[in-house]
Nanobody
Framework: VQLQASGGGLVQPGGSLRLSCVASGFSLDDYAIGWFREAPGKEREGVSCLHFSDGVTQHLDSVRGRFTISRDDSKNAVWLQMDSLKPEDTAIYYC??????????????????WGQGTQVTVSS
């Protein structure tokens, strides 16, 4: 059971990045997938989540309208499209998963399988 996150990089304010989280060793059906971030000196916080089967999503207020989470059934993966990026979005981004019935949450403590992080830096 493994999650592989990728897609981070350096982008100017107002730019876009797309992160991917690919699951291997299990199917994401009946799982919630969350994206989290951890900035230097700050606690890890939830950004967006998706229930893979039901399509239910949640977003942190500060990213709603700028970030879009979606699934790729053929790749057993989840994407996080990040638009209109701001310097305060700079962080290491992690994806994680947990088995749920029909919902997802962006609370860190509800997730038990984590991928490695990918660095996102928004700077001019």
């Amino acid at each position: 059971v493994q999650l592989q996150a990728s897609g981070g990089g350096l982008v100017q304010p107002g730019g876009s990045l797309r992160l991917s989280c690919v699951a291997s060793g299990f199917s994401l059906d009946d799982y919630a997938i969350g994206w989290f971030r951890e900035a230097p000196g700050k606690e890890r916080e939830g950004v967006s989540c998706l229930h893979f089967s039901d399509g239910v999503t949640q977003h942190l207020d500060s990213v709603r309208g700028r970030f879009t989470i979606s699934r790729d059934d053929s790749k057993n993966a989840v994407w996080l499209q990040m638009d209109s990026l701001k310097p305060e979005d700079t962080a290491i981004y992690y994806c994680a998963t947990t088995r749920t019935y029909d919902y997802c949450s962006i609370y860190v403590h509800e997730y038990f399988t984590w991928g490695q992080g990918t660095q996102v830096t928004v700077s001019s």
